[in-house]
């Protein structure tokens, strides 16, 4: 069974240049994109229902061992739920300021593809000049979105217009005197290897004449076509503006939380989250003898000098130094918490110049399984206002140690269980981790500072925030203004947060409501074993459960903890 698993992975990995690059991998498509055509997701789905049969007709499942048995479930539900959602294959939006194609086909080159000899260096050449067709596909999947009735809210054409001028600006495409991101990325990739003259003018050349006769003309027809939808585009903003939107908005919610909470229970749970933590707030206030309301106190968090670096080149690395001081000084502690730790590196690095203005506040990006790649914890340092001192804390442990570079790292490196497994994802488990490992060092006396115990306690109350919001526009049809005006009155980030964040619940429904379920689940799974093995619980055996199975659905990770909790009941 465990072969044929590997088999599915393999397969899969072969039909996806771009994955092959991300896992490290080199093959004779290193020079590729993934193909997004519409032929082929329709040829991808032929593949699941025949997958899918394979395992309703032809395997005994009572002979399968435990972990095969749980490996087939996952297997199994994939599939299900990958024919399942087909119909809904064309309810995203594949230009945005998020992850759009604009900034991720430079992002990917500049961060995955690595050169390490001249034959990687013309395979980087061949995928400028593969942009050409990529960019011909998802122009046809936006012509086909259009037509049923699925077009980029108004507000979003500006920043994905501004991103893909960003990329064809700068040598070779004007006469400017500084180099556009992509052709300085190359530059400066082959001038690490041993190359004659000759050879690196030649590659140089090479690359110049792909993003002038194919990397140019892509993101040029992108732009016309985004310039002519812009005026036929909307104000709504919701999920619900959608042919069977309600459907759709719905059936996402099942997937990114892995439960069946319906978006009004969701909605509920987030507005007494936000009160419960409204009220811890108010407790630091007391502590630091802070005078006046919360709203008072959120003003003086938000405005007060003393929490925030300069806005300059200083300010922003001293941002990524003491980031990683902080890094450093909770590894020292992971002794106490964890059995299991990662064995790859984690660098923090600042969000590059052509993408800050309309990334995230940070994000993570796994290295590679055979750690020749660390994993990159990205601090968004635009606007360092929206960047306070007192969230760095909570920021570096969820996008670091010992949260996503954690869990992340621990599930490529497991050995024993089929590939799909160690490189699967499900939003809710793995921003559940995340946003609970900014709770877990307070339980060793990290957060010294209130301040900081501040700014985690604010961290969280944003994650509360977002089950509000999110159902709030997709269900409830709130405007963006409503849900900006919601964040601002709750919470004590700045506008430019507020903001980023309700345009990107528009951009990505239901995937913001996954931290706090996630959150929520692994803390009381916790609490419900704490209580039933007494002097039995031991915390780095629960967190070798939660981490050594990969990525699961919370129903199983439920199923999981539960099984752990009955064998040292019996022991």
């Not at 290193?30 to 997004?36: A, L, M, T």
């Not at 000759?198 to 310039?227: D, F, G, Q, W």
């Not at 490529?412 to 490189?423: A, D, N, S, T, V």
Request: proline share 3%.
């Amino acid at each position: 069974m465990n072969y044929w698993f590997e088999k599915q992975f393999e397969e899969d990995v072969a039909d996806l240049p771009e994955k092959q690059t991300r896992l490290g991998i080199k093959t004779k498509d290193y020079g590729k994109w993934n193909d997004i055509s519409s032929k082929k997701g329709a040829e991808r789905l032929e593949k699941s229902k025949k997958r899918l049969g394979y395992l309703n007709d032809s395997v005994d499942v009572s002979k399968l061992d435990k972990e095969t048995l749980l490996s087939y479930k996952l297997m199994k539900q994939k599939l299900q739920q990958h024919i399942e959602d087909y119909q809904y294959r064309f309810y995203t939006y594949p230009v945005n300021q998020m992850h759009g194609m604009q900034s991720r086909v430079p992002a990917f080159l500049i961060n995955m593809h690595k050169i390490d000899n001249k034959k990687d260096a013309e395979a980087y050449i061949s995928r400028l000049h593969g942009i050409d067709t990529l960019f011909r596909q998802l122009q046809e999947n936006i012509t086909i979105r259009e037509k049923n009735g699925i077009i980029l809210p108004k507000f979003v054409f500006s920043m994905v217009l501004e991103d893909s001028r960003n990329v064809i600006t700068g040598k070779p495409f004007d006469d400017s005197n500084k180099e556009s991101t992509l052709l300085a990325d190359f530059k400066s990739k082959i001038s690490e290897l041993e190359l004659t003259e000759e050879v690196t003018t030649t590659l140089i050349a090479h690359a110049e004449k792909a993003l002038i006769e194919s990397t140019k003309p892509a993101y040029e027809r992108l732009i016309n076509m985004l310039e002519q939808q812009k005026g036929r585009a909307t104000s709504d903003d919701g999920a619900w503006k959608f042919p069977k939107g309600d459907a759709y908005y719905n059936n996402a919610l099942k997937r990114t939380t892995t439960t069946n909470m319906t978006a009004t229970e969701i909605h509920q749970l987030g507005l007494k989250e936000v009160d419960r933590i409204h009220q811890e707030m108010k407790d630091i206030m007391k502590k630091v003898a802070f005078e006046g309301t919360l709203q008072n106190f959120f003003a003086f968090m938000r405005d007060d000098p003393q929490f925030y670096f300069k806005n300059d080149k200083e300010g922003k690395e001293t941002y990524l130094k003491e980031a990683i001081v902080l890094i450093d000084a909770m590894k020292s502690k992971l002794d106490t918490l964890f059995l299991t730790k990662p064995k790859a590196d984690l660098e923090v690095k600042a969000v590059e110049a052509f993408r800050e203005k309309s990334a995230g506040k940070a994000f993570y990006q796994r290295g590679t399984p055979d750690g020749t790649r660390p994993g990159k914890y990205y601090a968004n340092l635009y606007d360092m206002k929206a960047m306070p001192k007192y969230q760095m804390e909570a920021l570096a442990y969820h996008e670091g140690i010992p949260g996503h570079h954690m869990q992340l790292s621990i599930a490529q490196e497991l050995e024993g269980i089929p590939k799909f497994r160690k490189h699967g994802g499900y939003t809710a488990y793995i921003e559940g981790w995340g946003l609970y490992n900014e709770f877990l060092p307070k339980e060793i006396g990290m957060y010294s500072d209130p301040y900081s115990d501040f700014g985690r306690l604010a961290m969280e109350l944003w994650r509360a925030c977002r089950l509000v919001v999110d159902t709030g526009i997709h269900a409830k049809k709130w405007t963006r203004e409503e849900g900006i005006k919601y964040y601002i009155d709750n919470t004590p980030n700045a506008e430019s947060d507020a903001i980023k964040m309700v345009e990107r619940h528009i951009v990505m429904p239901s995937q913001a409501t996954a931290y706090k379920i996630g959150m929520n689940k692994i803390l009381e799974l916790r609490e419900n074993a704490k209580s039933k093995l007494g002097d039995k619980f031991d915390i780095r055996e629960f967190h070798d459960v939660v981490l050594t199975n990969g990525a699961v659905p919370l129903t199983i990770l439920e199923e999981l903890v539960n099984d752990w909790v009955a064998s040292k009941t019996d022991a």
